[in-house]
């Protein structure tokens, strides 16, 4: 037997319809409903934390959670950067022209 473990029960996970220590009868349903249902809680969750299916010891496969940074930080833009989201910067990481004048010492370009 094969078992999908939540890591930690947030309050989204607690209200849903997913329940935790799922049994299988194969690794290979296991692997697939553990991903399917991380996919779907970053879809479906309030988005302050992010999931992650992995492989852990034995017969388990154990979905991690996280803070997603993102949505705690109210950073829309997933780049971390002193300048922070209320900057006007026309900048973008697919730019092909450097910058080296930023203040954040990373060179992306912020003032």
Known sequence: ???????????????????????????????????????????????????DAQLAEGDMFVIRVALNATAVSGCSTGVSCD?????????SLESTEKSNGGSCGSGCGCA
Do not use: P
């Open 83 to 91: 300048a922070g989201c209320e900057s006007t910067d026309d900048w």
């Open 1 to 51: 037997m094969y078992t999908v473990q939540m890591e930690k029960e947030c309050e989204c996970f607690k209200k849903s319809e997913y329940e935790n220590n799922v049994t299988f009868q194969t690794q290979q349903e296991a692997y697939k409903y553990a991903n399917i249902v991380a996919e779907l809680m970053n879809e479906e969750f309030c988005g302050k934390h992010t999931f």
